[in-house]
């Protein structure tokens, strides 16, 4: 089984309505992260956690929310979609105290935004 | 300006040769760490390698291994004994401040490679 989960792994969707992406992992870690790619603006980063009571934004978090149920959940919703959220989402999760903080990739949500 | 710098949008090489895709970095901090991930058609990211900034030698792992030349700012992505399944796109990453053990630093990426490998 995959150590980092997402779902779904593809989702269409209409303007305005609300959708949550969610993602599992098993890797203990304790830092989760969700990152949307666009092409040729690489990944950017939209929100992070440490813990469960550690939330941040990233740099682009407008239009988004998040919450982080567990140290092994952590949900990324759109409250509103539009189609320039059309994208694909990517879970992360790394460990603290690890000197490189590798981060690990589950295997993305692809969203469009119709 | 940019902090991860990736030259080549496209590289071709043959199955079974060597392969280095390049990157440049940007950064004032003495402390930082350097990533390469692959992304395959199928979209996910896979992690490849790490070196840190202090790290002595070269990092390997298996056919992937890392030319890091700290004074030229380049860490490029070497692959030997290239496989048809190598065939994907390749980001180069950085984070500043490896260091640290409370903050956090944003991982930054290049705008990738994508290498073709032919039969």
């Known amino acids: 089984d995959a150590d980092v989960t997402q779902t779904p792994r593809n989702r269409i969707t209409k303007t305005g309505k609300r959708i949550m992406l969610e993602c599992s992992q098993t890797k203990g870690h304790d830092r989760m992260y969700w990152y949307r790619q666009d092409p040729g603006l690489g990944l950017r980063l939209i929100y992070y956690?440490?813990?469960?009571?550690?939330?941040n934004k990233g740099e682009i978090s407008d239009g988004y929310s998040v919450s982080r149920q567990a140290q092994a959940k952590f949900s990324l919703s759109l409250e509103s979609a539009i189609p320039n959220q059309t994208a694909l989402y990517f879970c992360?999760?790394?460990?603290?105290?690890?000197?490189?903080?590798?981060?690990?990739f589950g295997p993305g949500t692809r969203l469009t935004v119709l | 300006a940019q902090k991860i710098t990736q030259t080549q949008p496209g590289m071709f090489v043959q199955e079974k040769e060597a392969v280095t895709l390049d990157c440049t970095y940007d950064t004032s901090d003495p402390s930082y760490g350097l990533f390469w991930y692959k992304q395959p058609s199928s979209g996910e990211m896979i992690f490849l390698i790490y070196?840190?900034?202090?790290?002595?030698q070269n990092a390997t792992e298996g056919r992937y291994s890392l030319n890091f030349q700290k004074a030229r700012k380049s860490a490029n992505l070497v692959i030997s004994a290239s496989q048809l399944g190598d065939s994907a796109m390749y980001f180069c990453a950085m984070r500043e401040g490896v260091m640290l053990l409370q903050g956090f630093q944003k991982l930054v990426f290049g705008t990738g490679t994508r290498l073709l490998v032919s039969p």
């Open positions: 070196q840190g900034s202090y790290d002595q």
């Open positions: 956690s440490f813990d469960v009571k550690d939330i």
């Open positions: 992360a999760t790394s460990v603290r105290g690890q000197g490189s903080d590798t981060q690990y």
